[in-house]
């Protein structure tokens, strides 16, 4: 795998990360428990998405084939995408997002802590960017983490069950591939192994705080660095690209 | 629906630039203060609009009403030696 | 103070063209219609949400996707100034929940009307929120403060809008033939509809008299709709789509455009509840309001139990 291909493959996965989370948490418009929280969650999207046009606009220059961000997000196919298999899960209840939202965001904490220092100017600066915005939706995921852990006995029982059937696809957020090898070699990314521990000592501190427990699993589900994703994205992907696809003369 | 809440009542205030005075923008629902502050800002701000945010709960404001107006408000009507125009300074005399 | 009085103080507050605050003494007439028409103005931007909502998941660029989001959730933002500008007359958010949901509160009829192609969002950003936008300006002028605050904020974010709305159509009318076409038919559906919003002619309008006596409104539906009809014809013209009323013509007297009957049977119709959406648009509020409910149960019972937190 040359440094460019890595890159790509690298920048893919960022991108098809913000974009896919940022696509799921848009799902809430007009659907939150309170105004307010509509208002908090759609902002939670619009970062996404910045940061999914950022990251898929760079991939497209450094792939150097007159791709666009919009190509790449609207024309590629299910095995083409390289995002974690927890983002494109289908939104759930409330718990189920805010648990999703608790377990990503602490996760792109450390992520974007760490590329906010690449070798890559361009991801440095995105990623710097991409830093702020985190902190907030952690900040934002934490405190109602506690709320509904400790709120109600439903609330805790929904985050409970919202918590342990997401702890599967935490593994994957970690795994590493050949392009991580390559692009930590150039200095221009670090080994997600060196944040696994910091992760968990955050999430398990304010999961625990929250009154809810570590879940225990068996097997962790794997894929997405191959381009294996659950059945979900391909629904996803047929109604996001919905336009692209049926009117390919056409631009908007 | 009847034990329906929509959370308490904020009263927002947005400071936009660092040095100036914290504005009433409107007000949020909210549980807790944390969330009040949160809402404010997913609120009131994505404009750019601000640097600063004071939330309070609503029931913890008092205003004067207008049946106060009169004796809070006229008495200073004419109490004019605490503006500046009302003194006569000496012709020539400068910065003063 | 009696009923006589207050309405002495009211009306000479009026009449010097000052606005009216919350504690200041009001006839109970002028709250009730503030409240019945500041709620009514809040739950249109709400259900509103409902039909561009519809798109966000389909929209055909990330570009296209963000403005829509943006728009969407400002529609949710001015929602809640207007909620919270009525719940200074003595209402609460909860009570006026539950009268939309009970139907006693009535929401704009124009989000009755089907999202059905990407053009609908051209269509709806440039003759609904143009629409809107042209009663909201007058309202900035309307005599109760706190609604003349929001509607002064919400015409300041709200001019972003139409403006999209409107970029839509004209790119679509740069486009394919089937783009043409398509936005051709948002227009023609969704003309007849805009008209309407700005509600019945003056001599059939129930609530004007004491809304112009109180200075809430402050010019008629007839008015503001000949002002949306003369700005938005040029417009069409220039991106080449056709206005569907044949009867449209130019009145050099008037300086303005005559336009052909307005359909009032259909008004009438959507309004009592037989629109295309009417059902749907009411569920989802319900389904979503009550899916919700143990979410905010917690967030009260967390905030009982750690106060300070």
Known sequence: ?252 | MANDTQLALWEVFIQSKSGGHHVHAGSVHASDYKMALQNARDVYTRRNEGSSIWVAPSSCFSASGPEEAEMFFDPAEDKLYRHPTFYTMPEGAKQI | ?309
Request: proline share 3%; with cysteine.
């Open chain 3, 1 to 309: 103070m009696d009923a006589t009085a207050v309405q002495a103080v009211f009306q000479d507050k009026i009449e010097q063209d000052l606005k009216i605050e919350p504690k200041d003494p009001m006839p109970d007439r002028y709250r009730a219609h503030l409240i019945r028409q500041i709620s009514q103005h809040a739950h249109s931007e709400v259900i509103g949400m409902q039909p561009e909502g519809n798109w966000i998941t389909r929209a055909p660029s990330l570009r296209a996707k963000q403005i829509l989001l943006a728009k969407i959730q400002d529609e949710g933002g001015h929602g809640l100034y207007l909620y919270s500008t009525a719940e200074t007359l003595g209402i609460s958010r909860e009570e006026m929940i539950e009268q939309l949901q009970t139907g006693k509160a009535k929401y704009s009829n124009i989000f009755n009307y089907p999202a059905l192609t990407w053009a609908d969002i051209g269509a709806i950003g440039w003759l609904v929120d143009g629409a809107a936008i042209v009663n909201q300006v007058a309202l900035q002028r309307t005599s109760y403060g706190p609604y003349a605050r929001a509607m002064f904020r919400i015409c300041k974010e709200e001019s972003f809008h139409q403006r999209q709305g409107y970029e839509i159509m004209a790119n679509m009318m740069k486009g394919t033939t089937e783009q043409r076409e398509m936005a051709q038919d948002a227009m023609n559906r969704w003309w007849w509809p805009a008209l309407m919003m700005f509600g019945p002619h003056d001599k059939d309008s129930a609530h004007s008299g004491d809304a112009f006596k109180w200075r809430i409104k402050r010019k008629t539906n007839d008015e503001l709709r000949q002002k949306f009809i003369d700005k938005t014809v040029q417009q069409a013209e220039v991106i080449g789509l056709t206005i569907p009323d044949p009867d449209l013509k130019w009145n050099e007297t008037k300086q303005g455009y005559d336009h052909g009957e307005i359909n009032w049977e259909e008004f009438k119709r959507v309004i009592n509840g037989n629109g295309p959406c009417n059902k749907q648009r009411m569920e989802h509020h319900i389904r979503y309001h009550e899916e919700g409910a143990w979410v905010r149960e917690a967030a009260a019972a967390y905030h009982e139990k750690f106060p300070t937190d």
């Open chain 1, 1 to 252: 795998m040359t440094l460019q291909e890595a890159l790509f493959n690298y920048l893919l996965r960022l991108g098809d990360n913000a974009l896919i989370q940022g696509h799921r948490l848009s799902e809430w418009c007009s659907k939150a428990p309170v105004l307010e929280e509509d208002l908090a969650l759609t902002n939670m999207a619009l970062d996404q998405i910045g940061a999914a046009q950022a990251f898929l606009k760079y991939a497209g220059a450094i792939e150097n084939k007159g791709r666009s961000e919009d190509d790449l997000a609207y024309k590629r196919a299910e095995r083409q995408f390289f995002n974690n298999l927890m983002t494109e899960l289908p939104i759930g209840d409330f718990s189920f997002t805010i648990a999703k939202q608790l377990l990503l965001s602490s996760f792109e904490f450390f992520l974007f802590r760490g590329l906010s220092q690449s070798k890559d100017q361009t991801i440095a600066n995105i990623a710097a960017k991409t830093l702020k915005e985190v902190h907030y939706h952690l900040a934002h995921s934490r405190d109602w983490c506690f709320r509904l852990g400790k709120g109600t006995e439903v609330s805790h029982e929904k985050l409970q069950n919202s918590v342990n059937a997401l702890w599967m696809y935490t593994d994957e957020l970690f795994e590493m591939g050949e392009a991580d090898e390559v692009l930590m070699e150039a200095g221009i990314v670090f080994s997600l192994k060196e944040i696994k521990p910091k992760w968990l000592e955050l999430v398990s501190g304010i999961l625990d705080d929250a009154n809810i427990a570590l879940p225990n699993v068996d097997y962790m589900q794997t894929g997405s660095r191959k381009g294996i994703h659950t059945e979900h994205l391909g629904h996803l992907l047929s109604e996001m690209q919905f336009l692209q696809r049926a009117y390919p003369d056409a631009s908007w």
